[in-house]
Each structure stands twice: as structure tokens, then as C-alpha cells.
């Protein structure tokens, strides 16, 4: 059997031949390197020169870029010269088109990677539709050479992996899920979580996770799932969001014993200050609030939205801002609201607070404790806007 030249760019980047390693030494991630990558990704196929430059140089500022890659193809034929390969005439150039000849077998990740897609997309039968999409699924490890992730060619490379790769997925996930092999969708659907975390693999992770009966670990995702989406203020589509929180709404525990669920329902001990939760549970707390005072007399509460504001005294838009100081809220709602309270981030910028018990005579004086210490945690630079949303009076 003849030996084979193994390119892998997915991940990684790695090169043998046979069992023999080419390393590029300390050269991995020159533009010599890099010419061999981008060979590579279509290896026998013909690159234009000019391509080639704009990939390798794109907008350094090179006085002869020509003179450049001739020196840059110059110095990887001779690196193949000296490399386990066997002798031939590697790289091609003819009439300003440059191929790697395919002297010896090669087999590329990416290369293959894309075959696959284009034999996906050809076919018409739902089944080997799915085998070559799991076929894709395997040979794609990883984002397309990850150390050479500033590098303008390779962002759109790995752009275009990445969708073709969501491509497979979205059409392999559904199709599991009619022949109710769970079990794969959850393995592929962890993977792509793993490299693709909060892209809406969650939800197909939950959802086979239920179906197995993995109660715990489905509810696990879930709240980490959750506790994110809340964090970076609804980063998932209106698609993905509406059937991550279906998900939630349908999450079922098997049977169990009245004091192990009731050891569950209980909060840990020693957690003080307000509540904190994720908007859709606190979307649950202000209705079910929000009914209870509709009995006369009941109970009292008042729905507070609470801003965070920048120098000029106006809402807040810049992400890395509101991230920052809203943790810094965050305590200031631990330190000064009650036990009893509750509090959510609604956007970047904005918090919901529910305080039970209080009334419309109390917003100045609890907006004016929060505020204060807020103001103290950003040293005196930083400030917020509170009014009130509902008192149990308002439509």
C-alpha cells in the first residue's frame, strides 16, 4: 500500500508522511508554512499568484510582493527537498499559477471536508445524506488552524468551514431525532457545544438528554445554558431562545421520594440579600405576584427597572462597560435589597427588581440606597436611573 502525505488543519496543524513527521521546525507558522497550508486546502488545484498574495500579505506592506512569493515558493521547495517526502517536483508554477503536484497520494482534512459537502448537497437520498454528514461531523475537529487565527485568509477560511459545518449539522440533528437515536445526538450535539458554546447545540443536548432519561445532567446544561443567555443579555437568536425555554418548560424529573424533592426545592443555606434569577424565572415570580396581589389586601410589591448610565447621565451602550458595572450592581442589589426580594438582568444595561412588601412610597429611598453604594463601588465616576414599572395598581 502506498504511503500517503496526511495534512490536518482542522484543530490543529499537523503533517506526516507515513509515520514520518513534517514538522517545519520553528518555521510552523511562516509564510512558507502558510503557502503549504494554503496548497492544501485543495491540494493538485491550481492557485493563482495573485490570490496567493493577497492571502499571504494581504495588507502588510510588502515592497515587491511578487519577488516576495517567489522567494516564499523558493524556500518551501527546498524545505520539501530536504523533508521525508520522496524526490519530485512538488510545486508547479505555470503561466502565474501555482499547484502542489500530487507526486505522492495526499489526503487533506479540509480538502476532503469540502468534497464531502458538495457530495452532500448533490444527493438526493435522505440516508447516505446523513452518512456523509456524519462523515463531515468526524473529519471536522476543530477551527481551521487556530494558531493562525488573526491571519485575514484564514478568518475566511474558518468562516466558511464553520457554516458548512453547521450545514451538516442542522440537517443530521432532525434526522436523528425522526429515527430516535438520541444517543447520537447527544454525543455530536456535546461536541458541537464543546466547540460552539451558546450557538443552540444546547438545546439538542437537553432535549436527547430528556429523552435518555438523564433528568440531572439535562437540567445541568440547562441552568448553565440559562445562567449564560442572562449574562451576555439574550445572545442566542429569537429562534433558539424560544426553543431553548420550550425546553425548560417541558423539563420533567422521574419519580422520587417527598423529602428528596423537597431537599431539591430548597435553597443552600447561608445565601443572603436578594434573589437572583434568570428573566424567564423571574418572568414566573412577577406573575404569580402580580395574581396574588390582585386579591385585595394580599400583598404589596413594586416592579423597579433599574439603568445603569454612563458619564453624561444617559443609558449605557457600550457592552464591556455594562458587563463590568453591572456585576458591580449586582452587589450593591446583594448589600441593599431583602432576603425576600428579587432581581434579574433584563439587557445589557437594565435590571428588573421585585420587592415584596414595598410600596410607591418606597422607590426614593431604595433607588437612593442602591444608587449610593453603586456610586461608592465605582468610586463616585458611576451612577443609575431606577423608575417604577408596577405597584399591583397598573395595567
Same mark, same amino acid.
Given at each position: 500500500m502506498a504511503k500517503k502525505l496526511w495534512v490536518?488543519?482542522?484543530?490543529?496543524?499537523?503533517?506526516?508522511?507515513?509515520?514520518?513527521v513534517l514538522g517545519f521546525g520553528r518555521q510552523r507558522d511562516s509564510k512558507f508554512a502558510q503557502l503549504f497550508q494554503i496548497l492544501m486546502t485543495r491540494p493538485g488545484m491550481g492557485f493563482d499568484k495573485g490570490a496567493i498574495m493577497r492571502f499571504l500579505y494581504g495588507r502588510e506592506e510588502v515592497e515587491v510582493p511578487n519577488a516576495s512569493l517567489n522567494n516564499t515558493i523558493f524556500r518551501l =521547495?527546498?524545505? /520539501?527537498?530536504?523533508?521525508?517526502?520522496?524526490?519530485?517536483?512538488?510545486?508547479? @508554477?505555470?503561466?502565474?499559477?501555482?499547484? +502542489?503536484?500530487?507526486?505522492?497520494?495526499v489526503e487533506s482534512d479540509v480538502w476532503r471536508f469540502e468534497s464531502i459537502i458538495q457530495e452532500f448537497e448533490r444527493e438526493q437520498d435522505r440516508q447516505k445524506k446523513a452518512e456523509f454528514c456524519k462523515d463531515g461531523f468526524e473529519l471536522y475537529q476543530g477551527e481551521f488552524l487556530p494558531q493562525l487565527s488573526s491571519e485575514q485568509w484564514v478568518i475566511e477560511k474558518s468562516k466558511d468551514y464553520k457554516e458548512m459545518y453547521f450545514e451538516l449539522l442542522n440537517y443530521l440533528l432532525p434526522y436523528l431525532k425522526e429515527e430516535r437515536d438520541y444517543r447520537s445526538i447527544e454525543n455530536m450535539s456535546a461536541r458541537a457545544t464543546e466547540l460552539y458554546p451558546?450557538?443552540?447545540?444546547?438545546?439538542? =443536548?437537553?432535549?436527547?438528554?430528556?429523552? /435518555?432519561?438523564?433528568?440531572?445532567? &439535562?437540567?445541568? $446544561?440547562?441552568?448553565?445554558? &440559562? &445562567?449564560? $443567555?442572562?449574562?451576555?443579555?439574550? +445572545? /442566542?437568536?429569537?429562534?433558539?431562545?424560544? !426553543?431553548?425555554?420550550?425546553?425548560?418548560?417541558?423539563?420533567?424529573?422521574?419519580?422520587?421520594? &417527598?423529602?428528596?424533592? !423537597?431537599r431539591y426545592l430548597m435553597e443552600q443555606e447561608g445565601k443572603e440579600g436578594a434573589y437572583s434569577c434568570t428573566l424567564p424565572g423571574f418572568l414566573d415570580c412577577f406573575r404569580v405576584v402580580k395574581r396574588t396581589a390582585a386579591r385585595k389586601g394580599t400583598i %404589596?410589591?413594586? /416592579?423597579? @427597572? %433599574?439603568?445603569?448610565l454612563d458619564a453624561g447621565g444617559c443609558p449605557a451602550d457600550d457592552r464591556e462597560y455594562c458587563k463590568k458595572q453591572g456585576k458591580k450592581l449586582c452587589s450593591s442589589f446583594k448589600a441593599y435589597l431583602r432576603r425576600g426580594d428579587i432581581y434579574t438582568k433584563y439587557s445589557e444595561s437594565q435590571y428588573l427588581l421585585l %420587592?415584596?412588601?414595598?410600596?410607591?412610597?418606597?422607590?426614593?429611598?431604595?433607588?437612593?440606597?442602591?444608587?449610593?453604594?453603586?456610586?461608592? !463601588? %465605582?468610586?463616585? !465616576?458611576?451612577?443609575?436611573?431606577?423608575r417604577l414599572l408596577d405597584d399591583g395598581n397598573m395595567e
Open positions: 490536518k488543519m482542522f484543530g490543529g496543524f499537523s503533517v506526516r508522511y507515513g509515520d514520518e =521547495r527546498k524545505y /520539501l527537498e530536504t523533508s521525508p517526502l520522496p524526490e519530485g517536483n512538488y510545486l508547479i @508554477l505555470n503561466e502565474g499559477v501555482l499547484r +502542489f503536484d500530487i507526486v505522492v497520494p451558546f450557538e443552540g447545540w444546547e438545546s439538542w =443536548r437537553i432535549e436527547s438528554l430528556i429523552a /435518555l432519561g438523564h433528568y440531572k445532567e &439535562a437540567e445541568k $446544561v440547562y441552568q448553565e445554558t &440559562a &445562567a449564560y $443567555v442572562q449574562e451576555i443579555g439574550g +445572545f /442566542l437568536s429569537k429562534n433558539q431562545q424560544t !426553543r431553548f425555554y420550550k425546553l425548560g418548560d417541558g423539563m420533567r424529573h422521574p419519580e422520587g421520594r &417527598a423529602e428528596d424533592i !423537597r %404589596c410589591f413594586i /416592579l423597579l @427597572l %433599574c439603568t445603569i %420587592c415584596i412588601g414595598a410600596g410607591r412610597e418606597n422607590v426614593p429611598d431604595i433607588g437612593t440606597r442602591i444608587d449610593k453604594d453603586y456610586r461608592k !463601588r %465605582c468610586g463616585g !465616576r458611576g451612577s443609575i436611573g431606577y
